[in-house]
């Protein structure tokens, strides 16, 4: 393993520590994917709880990873903490080659108000991250402005470019409460955003990777499960590394493409039938499907089409064991009709 600091501004003591696997000619691979872990601390410090032992958890399923200290209330606060992270980005991609880092394959991890940040970064940023991990963050009004008054509430910025977000937090959290984590995941779900969400029972606050080693209050031994299911959320969303380079995603990062340009396979059922009678032709083999179903089973063809219309074509078509190249074809098919809205 390879550690060095970087300082980004010197004036306001933000830093960049990296904490890189060494390259080596034993791996079939070379680039490896980077997260970026942003620490808690209310926007007054920094956890050293929730940095390195974090930044060491990822690197051993295969990532780069950096701590970013970021500038903190006293050194002039918002907005310059989300400047910080887009400054960090931009200063790891110059050396993204040397460094080994696939910058098409970046996640952030935030804790508390380092959580904030990290919802942040899926929202707001210059850069946005393929995935953000927010871990007790804080969203909404009051634990917010109780950081700082005047910062951005997360959720209020949620729209189709956000970011798929892995949301986790303690039922019993009574320093950010469970329902920061609740309002923002109901929020990326009516946005339609991809996202995984773990609630524990126990906790508190500050549990950070639910090991013994960092604990200062009780907690379920079920809390530390959350760094490993996180990375596997990571590999199902942008990919994940293996012995041959990374695996293709397995998990959309919104829930359907509406929202696109361009009609494809990802659109939904519902949005598919809004469109221009021309289009609809295209949609016979799977409309073949749903009649065959409906009237096996009784159900009327229309309602039951307004009871799926939420899926998307290509989750029915699985559903139906349509051939992966029917799939194919009618994606390209689509992909040349501009969507109407």
Same mark, same amino acid.
């Given at each position: 393993?390879?550690?060095?600091? #970087? @300082? &980004?501004?010197?004036?306001?003591?933000?830093?960049?520590?990296?904490? &890189?696997?060494?390259?080596?000619?034993?791996?079939?691979?070379?680039?490896?994917? !980077?997260? *970026?872990?942003?620490?808690? $601390?209310?926007?007054?410090?920094?956890?050293?709880?929730?940095?390195?032992?974090?930044?060491?958890?990822?690197?051993?399923?295969?990532?780069?990873?950096?701590? !970013?200290?970021?500038?903190?209330? /006293?050194?002039?606060?918002?907005?310059?903490?989300?400047?910080?992270?887009?400054?960090?980005?931009?200063?790891?991609?110059?050396?993204?080659?040397?460094?080994?880092?696939?910058?098409?394959?970046?996640?952030?991890? $935030?804790?508390?108000?380092?959580?904030? !940040?990290?919802?942040?970064?899926?929202? %707001? =940023?210059?850069?946005?991250?393929?995935?953000?991990?927010?871990?007790?963050?804080?969203?909404?009004?009051?634990?917010?402005?109780?950081?700082?008054?005047?910062?951005?509430?997360?959720?209020?910025?949620?729209?189709? /470019?956000?970011?798929?977000?892995?949301?986790?937090?303690?039922?019993? /959290?009574?320093?950010?409460? *469970?329902?920061?984590?609740?309002?923002?995941?109901?929020?990326?779900? #009516?946005?339609?955003?991809?996202?995984?969400?773990?609630?524990?029972?126990?906790?508190?606050?500050?549990?950070?990777?639910?090991?013994?080693? @960092?604990?200062?209050?009780? =907690?379920?031994?079920?809390? =530390?499960?959350? *760094?490993?299911?996180?990375?596997?959320? &990571?590999?199902?969303?942008?990919?994940?590394?293996? =012995?041959?380079?990374?695996?293709?995603?397995? %998990?959309?990062?919104?829930?359907?493409?509406?929202? /696109?340009?361009?009609?494809?396979?990802?659109?939904?059922?519902?949005?598919?039938?809004?469109?221009?009678?021309?289009?609809?032709?295209?949609?016979?083999? !799977?409309?073949?499907?749903?009649? #065959?179903?409906?009237?096996?089973?009784?159900?009327?063809?229309?309602?039951?089409?307004?009871?799926?219309?939420?899926?998307?074509?290509?989750?029915?078509?699985?559903?139906?064991?349509?051939?992966?190249?029917? @799939?194919?074809?009618? #994606?390209?098919?689509?992909?040349?009709?501009?969507? %109407?809205?």
């Amino acid at each position: 393993m390879n550690t060095f600091e #970087n @300082v &980004l501004n010197k004036e306001r003591n933000v830093t960049l520590t990296m904490y &890189l696997n060494l390259d080596s000619s034993e791996f079939g691979f070379t680039k490896r994917p !980077l997260i *970026v872990v942003i620490p808690g $601390g209310g926007y007054s410090m920094c956890s050293d709880r929730e940095s390195e032992i974090v930044a060491l958890q990822y690197m051993a399923a295969g990532f780069q990873a950096c701590v !970013l200290r970021y500038t903190l209330r /006293d050194k002039g606060g918002w907005p310059y903490p989300l400047e910080d992270y887009d400054q960090a980005i931009e200063f790891i991609s110059q050396y993204a080659g040397e460094w080994n880092i696939d910058m098409d394959h970046v996640a952030t991890v $935030g804790f508390s108000a380092g959580g904030h !940040l990290a919802a942040c970064t899926a929202t %707001l =940023a210059k850069h946005k991250p393929r995935a953000a991990i927010c871990v007790y963050p804080a969203i909404l009004p009051d634990i917010v402005d109780a950081c700082q008054p005047g910062m951005p509430r997360p959720h209020e910025h949620v729209d189709g /470019d956000t970011s798929p977000c892995f949301l986790v937090s303690a039922r019993d /959290d009574t320093v950010v409460k *469970v329902n920061n984590t609740l309002v923002f995941a109901q929020i990326l779900e #009516n946005a339609g955003i991809s996202f995984e969400m773990h609630v524990y029972a126990s906790g508190q606050h500050g549990f950070s990777v639910g090991t013994p080693l @960092v604990l200062t209050v009780p =907690a379920t031994p079920r809390a =530390a499960c959350w *760094v490993s299911d996180s990375i596997s959320w &990571l590999g199902e969303i942008m990919g994940a590394l293996t =012995a041959k380079g990374f695996t293709e995603p397995t %998990l959309a990062p919104r829930m359907n493409t509406d929202s /696109d340009p361009f009609l494809s396979v990802r659109c939904s059922l519902a949005h598919i039938r809004k469109q221009p009678e021309s289009v609809q032709p295209l949609m016979e083999p !799977l409309y073949t499907f749903i009649r #065959n179903f409906c009237q096996e089973q009784g159900y009327d063809f229309e309602v039951f089409c307004t009871i799926i219309g939420s899926e998307t074509v290509q989750n029915l078509l699985q559903k139906f064991q349509a051939p992966p190249e029917q @799939v194919r074809k009618l #994606n390209k098919a689509l992909t040349a009709i501009p969507s %109407l809205m």
